[in-house]
């Protein structure tokens, strides 16, 4: 029997083309690559449209994290699906492994390909690279959607996290090496993760963890000392949508965030969903992402 995750990314990438989508690589400059799904025509029309920028997080490449809101939103949106660097296909030959150069690509990325200004919709480590994002390049964030992340993985909310969870450190956790780590991985991710068999899990670990060495860097590049953090003022809006009960950056993070962002900040959270939210909530939080970026239509017509 052969994998079954090739097939299902082939038949994903097939329907992602029928709606309107297509795969780009981007040289964003000489040794590192970028693989975008971008709109498959940028006609007159297209060019008007609000762009969404949607950033995965670390378990999977950015078109199988965020395809049920690509299909959502693909009708009425400019959607632009960024790999970072080390997932999908995108890579760098440089040693630089911290969140400023993983949002400097993006960035790069998306003015290659056209894009002005955007909304980014990060979604825990493409939340904290959406962040950095919109502290370097406030020009072209426009607004934010966060979910289940932080603003820096400080010392102290890894420590938090760590012990609630029962790892040692980050890798342990997010790139395990078994089948039994395969299944920790998404059941605590989830709420109520459905019982799956071990092959599943088994096909999985066989095709879902390149780049081994430099993930477990890009993790050890992300933990801040808590003496070295101070939060960013963010002018833009800020809308953090959340799991209810997401055990790796719970309500209390959560909360914590919303206090450190200010006024321009909205929390809300949907209840019997983890840190997988935007699958295991998939209606609602479609539900309430369109109303959000809705919102930020209105505004601009009102200014």
Known sequence: MGNIFPVYKFILHGVMKLVGMRPQTVDIEPGTIMNFWVPNKITEKQKFKPAVVFIHGFAMDGITTWQFQVLSLVKDYAVYVPDLLFFGGSTTDKPDRSLEFQSECVAKGLSILGVERCTVVGLSYGGMV???????????????????????????????????????????????????????????????????????????????FEHRKERVELLDALIVEDKDFTAAHFPQRVHLLWGENDKIFNMETANNLKLQLGDNATLQSIEKTGHLVQVEGLFVYNKELKKFLSSLLEENVHE
């Not at 979910?147 to 012990?163: E, F, H, Q």
């Not at 790139?175 to 395969?182: H, N």
């Open 130 to 208: 959406g962040f950095k994002m919109a502290e370097l390049y406030p020009n072209l964030v426009e607004s934010m959607v966060v979910t289940c992340s932080v603003m820096a993985l400080t010392r102290s909310i890894t420590n938090a996290s760590l012990d609630r969870l029962g790892f040692k450190c980050w890798s342990d956790y997010l790139l395990p090496d078994s089948v039994k780590g395969v299944r920790n991985l998404f059941e605590i991710a989830a709420y109520k993760f459905p019982h799956l068999p071990d092959w599943i899990y088994k096909h999985y670990l066989e095709v879902m």
